[in-house]
């Protein structure tokens, strides 16, 4: 695979997130290429829906090899970009072959022709001239950028009332289904609860949840970063597979344009109504929603009033179901208007000692990664552990897996396969503990702890 060189995990990462993106950046290239060439066609040019057919192969051929590496298979810091570029190309992906079915339709002699055509290489990104492939030799008309939105019929539908210039952009931010669920989420008993109740059971039965049963239309997830808020947020997206999730983060709310912020939000909320039961989830609120201030600019004022207008204003009729939840690993600096709008506020603590147990154990197993611990050494692994969050212990977990490579020479590695490596002991993990510490300190864990005793609630 690696034309006979064996690399090591940190290069092997890098790797895999150069030839992902590679492929990524490709296929989105000669997919609007095809695009671009099969609308602005007339239907009968069989030529030059040919050209727009070979686009499409090719561009799907790029999208099927990009899908090959798994968000873990790359660096930490990568694995969100890579899952939500991922999660673009799967629509992509859809949407390409609906495109070229309906040309081979219509155009079966060309089809069988190309049943021929050689498959499309990705040249490693180590080597010093990838070479694209291009059957295009003449230039294009421009057009606007490409929805990767499977159906025109869906997509019109949650646009209707609101500016495409606005609305467009948001609708890259709707998830599909993840492959997360409740159950693989491991601890926070309480947020799981919560979220069952106010977004999960209502799918079930809607009439059921009514009156004082009625959920509540803001959730807010606070607490130390490295706990889960955005997973928990992918396992509600899985888990309601009839509802409409919205990742929003505040790249999406924002805009260089005067104005336009506010008209993003607007557009936002509309699609929700559109598309609706829909979750909206907004990572890192605080970067947008923080309390106002004498010293703000006046796009961030109108930001923030536009979004409290458009919370008020979700339920325009009882059977409205619309939920927003957001995370934040700093629910002090947040504006009390919009905490007002958040009435149900969960802490997303650190994992006590049997889930930093269960991960542990989890993660070992699940990675297929040897290790000798007996009962004793998992208690006092456990109680050094104490503080750490979920990122922080997958980390501490990586980097005690590493000890034993550094144990071996380049021609041990060379010729050693997985399960010839030492078990990981209670001493890997210590030594890993001197280069992985928690993030969150005492201090920062009292003050979100008292600010859940005073205005939210926690495990």
């Not at 409740?182 to 059921?208: C, H, Y």
């Not at 041990?412 to 997985?418: A, K, S, V």
């Amino acid at each position: 695979m690696f034309a006979g060189k064996m690399l090591n995990p940190l290069k092997l990462e890098e790797h895999n997130y150069e030839t992902f993106n590679k492929a990524y950046m490709k296929s989105k290239q000669i997919l609007t290429e095809g695009i671009s060439i099969d609308e602005i066609s007339d239907k009968n040019d069989e030529q030059r829906k040919q050209i727009a057919m070979n686009k499409y192969r090719i561009s799907i051929e790029y999208i099927e090899k990009a899908l090959k590496i798994l968000p873990h298979e790359v660096h930490l810091e990568k694995r969100k970009e890579v899952a939500r570029n991922r999660e673009a190309m799967k629509r992509n992906l859809e949407a390409t072959r609906e495109r070229l079915g309906d040309l081979e339709k219509m155009f079966p002699s060309v089809r069988a022709r190309n049943l021929l055509r050689k498959p499309v290489q990705i040249v490693p990104p180590s080597s010093s001239k990838p070479q694209a492939v291009d059957i295009l030799n003449r230039p294009v008309v421009p057009r606007k950028r490409i929805i990767d939105s499977a159906n025109a019929r869906v997509r019109n539908n949650l646009l209707k009332g609101v500016d495409d210039k606005f609305g467009e952009p948001l609708l890259d931010e709707i998830l599909s289904q993840d492959d997360v669920r409740m159950s693989d989420i491991i601890g926070v008993e309480t947020a799981k609860q919560a979220l069952e109740e106010t977004v999960i059971l209502p799918t079930i039965n809607p009439t059921l949840f009514s009156g004082l049963r009625k959920p509540a239309r803001g959730i807010l997830l606070f607490g130390p970063p490295g706990n889960g808020k955005t997973l928990l947020a992918r396992a509600v997206a899985a888990e309601c597979g009839s509802m409409m999730f919205l990742n929003i983060t505040a790249a999406s709310l924002t805009s260089k344009w005067v104005g336009d912020a506010e008209k993003i939000v607007r557009a936002l909320f509309q699609i929700a109504r559109n598309g609706q039961p829909t979750v909206i989830f907004i990572d890192e609120i605080d970067s947008i929603l923080c309390e106002r201030s004498e010293k703000e600019t006046e796009v961030s004022r109108r930001l923030k009033t536009e979004f409290l207008i458009q919370m008020d204003g979700m339920y325009s009729t009882e059977d409205d179901r619309i939920l927003v939840i957001g995370a934040t690993n700093r629910p002090n600096e947040l504006d009390s208007a919009i905490l007002r709008r958040f009435p149900k506020r969960i802490l997303i603590d650190v994992p006590n000692a049997k889930a930093r147990l269960e991960l542990i154990v989890s993660l070992l197993q699940k990675t297929k990664t040897a290790f000798t611990l007996d009962s004793g050494q998992k208690q006092i692994l456990v109680e050094k552990t104490r503080g750490y969050s979920y990122s922080d212990l997958v980390a501490l977990c990586r980097e005690a897996a590493m000890v034993p490579i550094r144990d071996l020479s380049r021609k041990d590695i060379r010729n050693l396969t997985g399960t010839e490596i030492r078990p990981i002991t209670l001493k890997d993990f210590k030594i890993a503990m001197n280069a992985i510490k928690p993030t969150a300190n005492e201090e920062m864990l009292r003050k979100f702890r008292e600010y859940a005793a005073a205005t939210g609630q926690s495990d």
